[in-house]
């Protein structure tokens, strides 16, 4: 049996969960209210206030734990959302800011339900429904992600960037092809013959040339392009299907 002493912090500890949900359930009320409704700016004013006093008591609270802890650095990780569901979003200004304001409000959920099922309630909720979530929306996110690369891809003008990078460094790539061929076992050989250095100078020189015309050529965007479209498809597909997920043998 508990002595006086033992039941006293259990007590209090007890208390503070008790007004912790209750002012986690009125943040929520509250976020919600000025969230879907319509409200004049003096109560939306009067709103930002009360929740930035209760997200301040929601901040001395987690010190406070955090301080039980001893300080322990894995504490914050182990709480994140509550840390993210302790900033005041009910400010008229962020209204225009829907989404912002439904993920805090989810996350003060989260911390209402640690309140009422226990302080890590939500942390096994989410390492044990985290996968199949994570599974049922990486496809999409990715296939969209996918296609608006593709899009941007298929719109610029890169082989004409490295043609403009190439005509930049001409004397540089000039002379690093001399250096390669005259090192090279089988043309070094060639370096016998009469003007030997005139000729590859000139065959450097001339293939630099063909290379910028072949790159700066309509053509070559439409090729790239193609190439782009053919890869993207490609890709898509094997995320479709889960390819990357299959183990290797």
């Known amino acids: 049996m508990a002595t006086p002493l033992e039941a006293a912090p259990s007590t209090g500890r007890r208390a503070v969960d008790i007004a912790m949900l209750a ?45 039980i802890e001893r300080w322990n650095r894995r504490f914050p990780l182990r709480h994140w959302y509550e840390v993210l569901g ?47 979530i994570v599974d049922a929306i990486k496809k999409p996110v990715t296939v969209a992600v996918l296609d608006e690369v593709a899009k941007v891809l298929e719109t610029g003008r890169y082989p004409r960037n490295i043609a403009r990078a190439v005509d930049e460094h001409r004397d540089l790539l000039r002379d690093l092809v001399t250096e390669k061929v005259k090192s090279d076992p089988q043309a070094g050989a060639l370096s016998r013959l009469p003007f030997h250095d005139e000729v590859l100078r000139s065959l450097v020189d001339t293939t630099i040339r063909v290379l910028l015309d072949v790159l700066a050529d309509p053509r070559t965007d439409e090729f790239f392009s193609g190439a782009v479209r053919e890869n993207q498809a490609q890709i898509r597909a094997a995320v479709a299907q889960g390819l990357h997920e299959r183990e290797v043998p």
């Open 23 to 67: 002012l986690a359930v009125l943040s929520v009320a509250l976020l919600t209210y000025v969230t879907f409704a319509t409200v004049s700016p003096e109560t939306a004013q009067a709103v930002f206030v009360i929740d930035t006093v209760i997200c301040a008591v929601f901040a001395a609270e987690f010190v406070w734990r955090w301080r």
């Open 86 to 132: 302790m900033i005041p979003v009910a400010h008229p200004a962020l209204r225009s800011l829907r989404l912002v304001r439904i993920v805090v409000l989810l996350l003060r959920l989260a911390r209402t339900t640690d309140r009422v099922f226990g302080e890590r309630a939500t942390q096994r909720f989410a390492e044990r429904f985290s996968r199949p």
